[in-house]
């Protein structure tokens, strides 16, 4: 069974910089395509990110294109975000998702089999 342990969340001024992490297990990624979405209170599930694995390709949201970056390591089987120029409109539980049959709708959640469980991001201004 594919597990997905997100890590790196917390709490960061407006500006500033963090990197999530998605660790996967269960599964052989090289034909998946993994994601990144958010969920801010009050609002619903948005896209943020998405890499096809195998070839490397990425795609952004308009919100954070310039300022995050996704990458995997297919050594350690874990997907980054790294997220630079932090603002308060980031806030919200990211979640890592996976999606095994590497759909042409990278955008919507529900071509994605595999969640993880969340991890909270807090930008304070």
Do not use: H
């Not at 960061?12 to 269960?26: E, H, K, M």
């Amino acid at each position: 069974q594919v597990q997905l342990v997100e890590s790196g969340g917390g709490l960061v001024q407006a500006g500033g910089s963090l990197r999530l992490s998605c660790a996967a297990s269960g599964g052989t990624f090289s034909t998946y395509t993994m994601a990144w979405f958010r969920q801010a209170p009050g609002k619903e599930r948005e896209f943020v990110a998405a890499i096809r694995w195998s070839r490397n390709i990425r795609y952004y949201a308009d919100s954070v294109r310039g300022r995050f970056t996704i990458s995997r390591d297919s050594a350690k089987n874990t997907v980054y975000l790294q997220m630079n120029s932090l603002k308060p409109e980031d806030t919200a539980v990211y979640s890592c998702a996976a999606d095994p049959y590497s759909a042409m709708s990278y955008l919507s959640s529900r071509e994605y089999a595999y969640w993880g469980q969340g991890t909270q991001v807090t930008v304070s201004s």
